[in-house]
Antibody
Framework: EVQLVESGGGLVQPGRSLRLSCAAS????????MHWVRQAPGKGLEWVSG????????GYADSVKGRFTISRDNAKNFLYLQMSSLRAEDTALYFC?????????????WGQGTLVSVSS | SYELTQPPSVSVSPGQTANITCSGD??????AYWYLQKPGQSPVVVIY???RRPSGIPERFSGSNSGNTATLTISGTQAMDEADYYC?????????FGGGTKLTVL
């Protein structure tokens, strides 16, 4: 059974940094692209960032480009999101999502999310 | 950047057909995907590659994609189908979601 468990969320002041982690199990992690998707309170889904199976292609939404960095550790089955220069508008539930393929396709499994609140 | 547009809400009577649209420039040249999300839950894919249905998704869910519009069709809508629905597409390095459509079954 595919499991994705996010951690690292919390309350952080504007301008500070936070690192999210996603522990993956139940599938061959290094065969699949992975993504972060967020959802602000009461709002829709927003793709944040993704990377292919070998990190050969990495993409970011314009809203986070230059501030967030996605990475993966295929030996440990972990996905990460390093977030810096956080803003109030980054407040959201952050989902880790597994892609259906090694490249960008669609999201066939999702974690339960970790909540990030940016406030002074 | 690429944008997808969905109607904010759609209402349907039980047993009737619901159509939820998703519009984007030349969307028919890309693959469209559809997700449903119920309150407090993570999204679930219901249609991928325009028309394909994952295992476990009821046959009443179907999809199409042509021109500038992708459509999710729910035939014989049931009360349990009430949820938020999101379309999604992408290219080799970015993905984008539509704004979401709240389906009300009444």
């Amino acid at each position: 059974e595919v499991q994705l468990v996010e951690s690292g969320g919390g309350l952080v002041q504007p301008g500070r940094s936070l690192r999210l982690s996603c522990a993956a199990s139940g599938f061959s992690f290094d065969d699949y692209a992975m993504h972060w998707v967020r959802q602000a309170p009461g709002k829709g889904l927003e793709w944040v960032s993704g990377l292919t199976w070998n990190s050969g292609t990495i993409g970011y939404a314009d809203s986070v480009k230059g501030r967030f960095t996605i990475s993966r550790d295929n030996a440990k089955n972990f996905l990460y999101l390093q977030m810096s220069s956080l803003r109030a508008e980054d407040t959201a539930l952050y989902f880790c999502a597994k892609d259906h393929s090694g490249y960008y396709s669609h999201f066939d499994h999702w974690g339960q999310g970790t909540l990030v609140s940016v406030s002074s | 950047s690429y944008e997808l547009t969905q109607p904010p809400s759609v209402s349907v009577s039980p047993g009737q057909t619901a159509n939820i649209t998703c519009s984007g420039d030349k969307l028919g040249d890309k693959y469209a995907y559809w997700y449903l999300q119920k309150p407090g839950q993570s999204p679930v894919v219901v249609i991928y590659q325009d028309t394909r249905r994952p295992s476990g998704i009821p046959e009443r869910f179907s999809g199409s994609n042509s021109g500038n519009t992708a459509t999710l069709t729910i035939s014989g809508t049931q009360a349990m189908d009430e949820a938020d629905y999101y379309c999604q597409t992408g290219d080799s390095s970015t993905e984008v979601f539509g704004g979401g459509t709240k389906l009300t079954v009444l």
